[in-house]
């Protein structure tokens, strides 16, 4: 008897340190139990420490790496990380229409944390009119949403600011994450076109382990979509995930170490366990 389950795909850079990238995806993808496919976009030289070279797939690769996945897999969400230039977001654009691929994921990666460049400047134009139409969501942090915008973010509003001016770019929906401000809450912003507006706080943890954290969020959230869960359900999911994966960080390397990719699950079956022994406890009292 065969089992079968949803099928996604992310279409970004490669990390060789694994925190970050293809490979954190791929780890998100198998924890929240769909199948993932990649198309890899960048070879990157990177570690905790940061990055240290970008190497750009070519366009041909790009486009055979789409298509041997466009005509052999049911693809029920779609995530798209770095991409780098201007050719890959045509090709990823058209793939997206030709293949009608839906439950698409942009998180609109451009610069790493140790500062070097993910998304070429001439590009950025080409990512707002062809890939944003298509994207159900847009994930950006504070600094990519200034980017995107051209405004400065400070205050509240001007969170909603942006949420409207990258909602006027064709997109369904945007999220802005919190996570460069340094409140003691981290507080993301949901906003769609019909105007609902959701905040998601949490409790920021004191840590310089977070690599990886935008790419694996959006991972998660690709998962739970291409699991046909509603958006605020995925988005809820993909909160609780991520701040499990940074509670519970692994310390390797030297730098801005990575999250743990299976701290959620982790927890889950923790509390199982727990309510199962307390279930048995509650038997054997009753008994006595």
Not at 86 to 94: P, S
Not at 172 to 181: R, Y
Not at 198 to 218: A, E, L, P, Q, W
Request: glycine residues 8%.
């Amino acid at each position: 008897m065969s089992d079968s389950m949803p099928c996604v795909l992310t279409i970004a850079g490669s990390d060789s340190g694994g925190g970050a990238g293809i490979q954190a995806d791929i780890k998100s993808f198998q924890e929240r139990d769909v199948f993932g496919t990649s198309v890899i976009t960048a070879i990157t030289a990177q570690n905790t420490c940061g990055v240290q070279g970008v190497y750009p797939v070519e366009a041909k690769a790009v486009q055979q790496q789409l298509q041997s996945v466009g005509e052999d897999f049911f693809i029920s969400a779609v995530k798209t990380g770095m991409l780098f230039n201007t050719d890959t977001i045509a090709l990823v654009a058209n793939a997206i229409s030709e293949y009608r691929w839906k439950n698409i994921v942009v998180d609109p990666v451009m610069v790493s944390t140790s500062g070097h460049i993910l998304l070429e400047e001439e590009a950025i134009d080409t990512l707002k009119t062809k890939l944003f139409p298509l994207a159900r969501i847009v994930t950006p942090n504070i600094p990519e949403a200034e980017h995107l915008t051209g405004l400065k973010i400070e205050k509240d509003i001007d969170i909603l600011k942006a949420a409207e001016r990258i909602l006027s770019m064709g997109v369904k929906s945007v999220l802005i994450k919190g996570g460069h401000k340094k409140d003691e809450y981290v507080e993301d912003v949901y906003v769609d076109e019909k105007g609902v507006c959701i905040r998601f706080s949490s409790k920021r943890i004191d840590t310089k382990n977070t690599h990886g954290t935008g790419c694996t969020f959006s991972a998660v959230l690709t998962a739970e979509l291409g699991k046909r869960n509603n958006i605020d359900e995925a988005l809820m999911t993909s909160k609780r995930y991520i701040q499990s994966a940074i509670e519970n960080v692994i310390s390797l390397g030297h730098g801005h170490g990575p999250t743990n990719h299976g701290a959620y699950r982790k927890k889950g079956i923790k509390e199982r366990i727990i309510s199962v022994q307390e279930t048995i406890d509650l038997f054997h009292n009753g008994d006595s």
